[in-house]
């Protein structure tokens, strides 16, 4: 993973507002996401979150800005990965580490195909959170967004496995 260089104009990708997770997102958080970012660019195949690894100054929250990412399970040695989902543009990557109480990522997070995420380091976002009531209620509605997506998503599983009539463990269908 490369940090792109900083330039005097914020990368094309870098427009939190053309996402449509902050769509009607108040500027000052944007522009307070936006200062807090730096780039990062993935290779097909490369892992940008490990499971399991602390969540720190260089792994806190990440914002997909263009191309895909798998979140996948790691099920022990000698078994493949189980992939749960796949990530587009505007989705946030990190949280479930972000804010749990032992501070780890709970799943691998891996390039499918070129991608550019955006990173928040923690300290920055706990900063950024704590820093302003407008900013931090602001940053749980897009939060919110992203949590009632992904248990539709989850209720879409359940309910299309008890239509089929399959008996399965949640996390094999996640």
């Given at each position: ?22 769509a ?14 730096d ?81 928040m ?54």
């Open positions: 993973m490369s940090v792109l260089p900083p330039s005097s104009q914020p990368p094309s990708g870098m427009s939190l507002s053309g996402l449509s997770r902050f009607g997102a108040p500027p000052g958080l944007l522009r307070a996401l936006e200062a807090a970012m780039l990062r660019a993935l290779r097909a195949g490369e892992t940008l979150i490990r499971q399991g690894q602390p969540v720190d100054q260089e792994h806190g929250l990440f914002l997909v800005l263009a191309g895909q990412l798998q979140v996948c399970l790691s099920r022990g040695p000698g078994q493949a990965p189980r992939c749960l989902r796949e990530l587009q543009a505007g989705e946030l990557v990190g949280l479930a580490g972000l804010v749990s109480p032992h501070g780890r990522h709970e799943a691998d997070v891996i390039a499918r195909s070129a991608a550019e995420v955006a990173h380091p923690r300290g920055a976002f706990l900063a950024l959170y704590q820093g302003r009531d407008d900013i931090s209620y602001a940053f749980l509605r897009v939060v919110g967004a992203q949590l009632a997506a992904d248990l539709a998503r989850v209720d879409g599983a359940l309910r299309g496995a008890v239509a089929s009539g399959e008996a399965a463990p949640l996390h094999e269908l996640l």
